[in-house]
């Protein structure tokens, strides 16, 4: 590969055989895009600080494709660690990078790249683009096919924020349409969203298909990130399908999802912060999200597979800790942090 061809995100960008993710890395020639392949190996694959500590070194690069890379991987992979700071400057330096490419007339490509950085930061933290940052869109046929079909997540994710959920499912449908290979960490992407906009038209089993497959695609190279993100958004859809199936593999996502959605808050949303984050366990939240959703709790109990007094006592002791008294305030600290904040400036 010569350095002109160099590619954002080229784990991401890549089609292999589920399993065969450090040997898609080890065919890269290109020694430095190998080791960006490798740092998206670490960071789907949960392992934040290794991630970090890969792309350090291309934090200042002057290849274009090379440093936005790498101030994503950084970006989320501190909120995990909790350097809220460290991550919100590489969000800043694809803030720069972006308005570089710009202003140098730089090709399409690059343009196409950077913007997918920006939406990449944007819409996993729910903060609204600015005005003046072209749609993702118009931009999405310049990056390759890998990327485009992650590229194509965020968009349903984003649709997904603006609660048209029929819409991004569609989205998503045209996705799978597209694609001439199996693209594993896209594809797990893709799946997540559409299981979080099932779960929202309370389409339950199809929910859990998605969520099913997006698992086993996931399990053989353990890229469990996706899972994590999305955690409250996919509201119990991971207790249904991993709690009770793989126990200790739960457990160990459990303690992840909280140190990612710390993180979360401290950039996005700090007032929230205590409230939920601090204060309800993993499965405590899903529920909470599902409870403001005006789920009964004979309906969250078939979901969850749990018992009517269970559900009741999960739901009690949530109001306990939030430190209120109706079922319907529950969305103040659980709505509000996730997409409230984002739809009220759209």
């Known amino acids: 590969m010569k350095l002109s061809d160099r590619v954002i995100f080229p784990l991401v960008g890549s089609t292999f055989e589920l399993g065969k993710a450090m040997e898609a890395i080890e065919k890269i020639e290109d020694k430095e895009l190998a080791q960006i392949a490798l740092a998206e190996y670490y960071y789907f694959s949960a392992q934040a600080e290794l991630c970090a500590e890969t792309v350090k070194a291309y934090l200042s690069h002057q290849d274009i494709m090379l440093r936005i890379s790498a101030d994503m991987l950084y970006t989320f992979a501190n909120l995990t660690i909790g350097d809220a700071n460290a991550a919100q400057q590489t969000r800043e330096d694809i803030q720069r990078c972006l308005a570089q490419v710009t202003q140098e007339n730089a090709p399409m490509e690059q343009k196409a790249a950077c913007l997918f950085a920006y939406y990449v930061i944007s819409i996993f933290l729910h903060i609204t683009p600015e005005k003046e940052v072209p749609p993702l869109l118009q931009y999405i046929p310049y990056l390759p096919i890998g990327q485009r079909l992650f590229a194509i997540s965020l968009l349903a994710h984003e649709t997904y924020l603006k609660q048209e959920y029929t819409k991004a499912k569609g989205i998503i449908q045209g996705a799978f349409l597209m694609a001439d290979k199996t693209y594993p960490i896209p594809m797990i992407y893709l799946n997540c969203v559409q299981a979080m906009c099932q ?39 991971l207790e249904v399908c991993v709690r009770k199936k793989e126990p200790e593999i739960y457990k160990q996502l459990v303690g992840k999802v909280i140190a990612f959605s710390r993180g979360w808050m401290k950039i996005h949303n700090p007032k929230m912060q205590k409230a939920v984050t601090n204060l309800l366990s993993p499965l405590e939240f899903s529920i909470a999200m599902l409870a403001c959703r005006n789920w009964t709790n004979q309906e969250i109990a078939e979901y969850l597979g749990l018992s009517m007094n269970t559900v009741k006592h999960y739901v009690s002791g949530i109001l306990e800790k939030l430190g209120i008294d109706k079922r319907d305030k529950i969305k103040n600290f659980v709505n509000l942090s996730y997409l409230q904040t984002y739809l009220t400036t759209l």
């Open 199 to 237: 779960i929202n038209l309370k389409e339950q089993e199809e929910a859990i298909q998605s969520m099913n497959f997006a698992w086993e695609m996931a399990k053989s190279d353990r890229f469990w990130e996706p899972f994590i993100e999305y955690h409250g958004l996919l509201q119990g859809v």
